[in-house]
T-cell receptor
Framework: GDSVTQMEGPVTLSEEAFLTINCTYTATGYPSLFWYVQYPGEGLQLLLKATKADDKGSNKGFEATYRKETTSFHLEKGSVQVSDSAVYFCALSAASGTASKLTFGTGTRLQVTL | GAGVSQSPSNKVTEKGKDVELRCDPISGHTALYWYRQSLGQGLEFLIYFQGNSAPDKSGLPSDRFSAERTGGSVSTLTIQRTQQEDSAVYLC???????????FGPGTRLTVL
């Protein structure tokens, strides 16, 4: 079945540091890929998405590129802020028919300090 | 309201009791999903409703779990004879189309004593 593997946390960075959170997936066909973020005390929010190979999703300074050859969708940000502290989830949605349920990774907690 | 709402926000129950969790999706959204977020299992898909089609129940962990969606809008997730391992945050999401962004509610935190 479909699965998503993302790096274990927590990740602790100083403000303005470079962020990478690795995500790889296993799926049949060509899934859509997502990063969701859960800020403390809040619900899950979509951060960015990519629906086909080589697409780059971007939002709020975060980027991720859909790499079919390496089945990866790594999240990056050039300069993190304290306000980016949250739990980040990589997810995929099967591409075919009505099977649009999301399969999530285990989440990576990011803590940004001054 | 502008977003997905869920009630109650917190529910504490005793082992063996039945519970009902409610989800109000965004108005006009035809697709509705239930997920569960627990420490041991992460975020898991439970069930999915799309319009008048038969729901996809493939993620329900046991026959103690059921869900319905009345009138294509509000959904209720029912857990019968709750067990301690049912303790989790139950999340509801909706989307305007199966392949569009899913918007999540704040969740219901269920604690089974």
């Amino acid at each position: 079945g479909d699965s998503v593997t993302q790096m274990e946390g927590p990740v602790t960075l100083s403000e303005e540091a470079f962020l990478t959170i690795n995500c790889t997936y296993t799926a049949t066909g060509y899934p859509s890929l997502f990063w969701y973020v859960q800020y403390p005390g809040e619900g899950l929010q979509l951060l960015l998405k990519a629906t086909k190979a080589d697409d780059k999703g971007s939002n709020k300074g975060f980027e991720a590129t859909y790499r079919k050859e390496t089945t990866s969708f790594h999240l990056e940000k050039g300069s993190v802020q304290v306000s980016d502290s949250a739990v980040y989830f990589c997810a995929l949605s099967a591409a075919s028919g009505t099977a649009s349920k999301l399969t999530f990774g285990t989440g990576t907690r990011l803590q940004v300090t001054l | 309201g502008a977003g997905v709402s869920q009630s109650p926000s917190n529910k504490v129950t005793e082992k063996g009791k039945d519970v009902e969790l409610r989800c109000d999706p965004i108005s006009g959204h035809t697709a509705l999903y239930w997920y569960r977020q627990s420490l041991g299992q992460g975020l898991e898909f439970l069930i999915y409703f799309q319009g008048n089609s038969a729901p996809d129940k493939s993620g329900l962990p046991s026959d103690r779990f059921s869900a319905e969606r009345t009138g294509g809008s509000v959904s209720t997730l029912t857990i019968q004879r709750t067990q301690q391992e049912d303790s989790a945050v139950y999340l509801c999401a909706s989307s305007s189309d199966p392949h569009n962004e899913q918007f999540f509610g704040p969740g219901t935190r269920l604690t089974v004593l």
